[in-house]
């Protein structure tokens, strides 16, 4: 009952309060907060208008995540890494070099070779930002990994077997098809997991993670299909990711109650 009475107590202020206050009380609260509570802020229609607003409220946007933390908070499997996995295990056997997109110090590396036996041919490299890099190797080394390496050159994606992207597009400024399509040797088989798509047009929000404010892009499901397509991808697979939403108040019609995740192959020639 104190629940029922609370909700409608929120929504009596909701009716009350003029639009523009609850916005620039929830904006303050928005650009304050400093723990990971899944914030969202606005629609926008680029990166650039987003880092623009941001930057008008006094706020560099950049990627924050404390990478230790996160690797220790991942040393196990989420319901959302399954089907990652049932794939990797059907392609590994064949491939050659995985570039890990966004893959943090090597928090799926670490996960994934805990329950599925990595072939001693497999070069694992993981494309990061230059301030991650450098703890990714250090903790590499003292793992006493060799298969596991890091780059900063997203150019590192080119002649690999495997793209393998968990929940890093949607802070990539090009698009996975045209980063893709850049290439002169695009890997046949692509792995994404973790991806907010939407039915309605794309769009750019603010995130904000804790750490960091960032921007991020929700593209359209049907757009984000026809694109790989153009660039000669096939999805063979595609799942829901349950554990991940996006809420931006304000824009109840853009609510995210799922992710999405793919497998996509490029056929030969």
Partial sequence: MALNLAEIAKSAVRHVVPRPILQAR?????????????????????????????????????????????LGEHRGLSTHDYPMLFWLGRLVA??????????SVGVAYYAYKAVLPLPPTLHWQICELPEVV???QRIARERGETALSFTTDQIAIDGASILFAAGALQ?????????????????????????????????????NGGAGIQ?????????????????????????RCLENATQIPFYPDLTLDHFSGFYLTRDSG
């Fill in 26 to 70: 929830y904006e303050r609260h928005f650009f304050r907060t400093t723990e990971w509570k899944n914030l969202h802020l606005g629609v926008f229609e680029s990166f650039e208008e987003a880092d623009a607003f941001a930057a008008c409220r006094g706020v560099q946007p950049h990627f924050g995540l404390d990478h230790v933390k996160w």
């Fill in 94 to 103: 064949d491939a050659v070099r995985l570039v890990d997109l966004g893959g």
């Fill in 134 to 136: 450098p703890l990714g």
């Fill in 171 to 207: 802070y990539v400024r090009s698009t996975l098809a045209e980063l893709l399509q850049t290439l002169p040797a695009p890997p046949r088989h692509v792995l994404v997991n973790r991806l907010p798509l939407t039915d309605r047009s794309s769009f750019v929000t603010l995130q």
């Fill in 215 to 239: 921007s991020y892009r929700i593209a359209n499901d049907a757009e984000f299909i026809e694109q790989l397509r153009r660039a000669g991808y096939r999805v063979v697979d595609r799942w």
